[in-house]
């Protein structure tokens, strides 16, 4: 090996032409940007949703409706994912963090625990909000319904 057989490794460097690299370069000169405008000027940044001064569509499509900033999301979980979650896994209680374990819901949801399906086996429950028939369905069976 000498310095006269030496190459880069393969597909270390770009075969491109650099730009405003002088007028030898083919692309010097305006440097690819035109002539005058704001897109030639260095410092230009366009705005997002920008389209050439035409009404951007964000503001051409009607709006209706009303979106609530307070509203609070859950993670539904029915009685039939807890009944088969106890036979699966034999577990004695249900938190957010059993859930969370077995991706059931994920770290920052909160759980609100529904009444579909039956529960055969007595189980304490912690859970952010209960629905009424989930409620009495765990307690009907000897569980206990904690509110975090």
Do not use: W
Request: proline fraction near 3%; charged fraction near 30%; include cysteine.
């Amino acid at each position: 090996m000498n310095l006269h057989n030496l190459t880069p490794a393969k597909d270390s460097t770009k075969n491109r032409k650099r730009i405003a690299r002088g007028q030898g370069s083919g692309r010097g000169g305006t440097s690819t940007r035109g002539h005058k405008g704001a897109k030639s000027r260095s410092g230009y940044s366009r705005k997002i949703g920008f389209e050439g001064g035409q009404m951007p569509l964000q503001r051409r499509v009607p709006k209706f409706g009303f979106k609530n900033i307070n509203r609070v999301e859950y993670k539904a979980i029915n009685l039939d994912i807890i009944q088969s979650l106890i036979e699966r896994k034999k577990v004695k209680e249900i938190t957010p963090a059993i859930l969370q374990e077995n991706g059931l819901c994920s770290k920052n949801e909160r759980v609100k625990i529904l009444g579909r399906g039956e529960l055969k086996s007595k189980i304490d429950v912690t859970a952010h909000k209960f629905s009424s028939t989930a409620k009495t369905a765990i307690e009907g069976q000897g569980g206990n319904c904690s509110e975090i």
